[in-house]
């Protein structure tokens, strides 16, 4: 999954963001409402974790601003990314005012990091409407270990195929376009090319060949997990 990370604090920022990369994760970091309004325009995401108290702008010195001002401007534009709201305030109202702005769950401050990442596994579930594991053919998602298996056996993927096939598979039957691949396995430094993800696929069906489950190209459109004729 693809995940922006919103925390000024950048000895915290680290922490989370070397917690959910370890995890399989991608994670872009904003420490300022200005970097966050920017990065979430520009990039799709899975979840976003989002601390209150920011900086307006990335510069020193800057005035204080609200990380719930980057989410009503993204609930605005009608982005409905899972939003996890990691803050130190933690009283009552602030989290009712935190809630009614858009976000969809709320975490105080100091938190497990466990805890952190179950949460937003929740949170991307409950956006997709998917369960914990999900099976085609032989093929087996278990999405709480982050972990493929292939007639009962685990299915080892380097990294970017594993993400590929994660989304596929979430869930399976829904058509994936090549933009929006490209988007969830690219950095802002290293962006994935059509001959790239092509060879991720060419990869895949070899892998998934007799398991009962295989990727269709849809021309002009994508890929699609289907049942293997």
Same mark, same amino acid.
């Given at each position: 999954?693809? *995940?922006?990370? =919103?925390?000024?604090?950048?000895?915290?920022?680290?922490?989370?963001?070397?917690?959910?990369?370890?995890? /399989?994760? @991608? =994670?872009?970091?904003?420490?300022?409402?200005?970097? &966050?309004?920017?990065?979430?325009?520009?990039?799709?995401?899975? &979840? =976003?974790?989002?601390?209150?108290?920011?900086?307006?702008?990335?510069?020193? !010195? +800057?005035?204080?601003?609200?990380?719930?001002?980057?989410?009503?401007?993204?609930?605005?534009?009608?982005?409905?990314?899972? =939003?996890?709201?990691?803050?130190?305030?933690?009283?009552? #109202?602030?989290?009712?005012?935190?809630?009614?702005?858009?976000?969809?769950? %709320?975490?105080?401050?100091?938190?497990?990091?466990?805890?952190?990442?179950?949460?937003?596994?929740?949170?991307?579930?409950?956006? *997709? /409407? +998917?369960?914990?594991?999900?099976?085609? !053919?032989?093929?087996?998602?278990?999405?709480? &270990?982050? @972990?493929?298996?292939?007639?009962?056996?685990?299915? #080892?993927?380097?990294?970017?195929?594993? #993400?590929?096939?994660? #989304?596929?598979?979430?869930?399976? /039957?829904?058509?994936?376009?090549?933009?929006?691949? +490209?988007?969830?396995?690219?950095?802002? $430094?290293?962006?994935? /090319? $059509?001959?790239?993800?092509?060879?991720? *696929? +060419?990869?895949?069906?070899?892998?998934?060949?007799?398991? !009962?489950?295989?990727?269709?190209?849809?021309? !002009?459109?994508? %890929?699609?997990?289907?049942?293997?004729?």
């Amino acid at each position: 999954m693809r *995940i922006l990370l =919103v925390e000024d604090d950048p000895v915290l920022r680290d922490v989370i963001k070397r917690s959910l990369e370890h995890a /399989g994760h @991608r =994670v872009d970091a904003a420490g300022s409402v200005q970097a &966050a309004n920017h990065l979430w325009r520009v990039q799709p995401f899975d &979840a =976003v974790l989002l601390d209150l108290n920011l900086p307006l702008h990335d510069r020193p !010195g +800057s005035s204080t601003g609200n990380g719930l001002n980057a989410l009503r401007e993204a609930r605005a534009r009608g982005d409905r990314t899972p =939003v996890l709201v990691l803050t130190a305030r933690n009283r009552t #109202e602030e989290r009712i005012a935190g809630l009614d702005a858009g976000a969809d769950d %709320y975490l105080g401050k100091p938190f497990d990091l466990a805890e952190v990442e179950a949460r937003q596994r929740a949170l991307v579930r409950r956006a *997709i /409407g +998917s369960n914990d594991t999900a099976h085609l !053919g032989q093929l087996q998602l278990d999405r709480r &270990a982050r @972990r493929f298996t292939l007639a009962g056996e685990p299915l #080892e993927l380097p990294a970017r195929e594993f #993400e590929v096939l994660w #989304e596929l598979m979430s869930p399976p /039957g829904h058509a994936v376009s090549k933009r929006e691949l +490209s988007d969830k396995l690219s950095s802002f $430094d290293d962006a994935l /090319g $059509d001959n790239a993800l092509e060879a991720f *696929i +060419s990869r895949l069906r070899k892998k998934l060949a007799g398991s !009962g489950a295989s990727i269709r190209t849809l021309r !002009g459109i994508g %890929y699609l997990l289907e049942p293997e004729a």
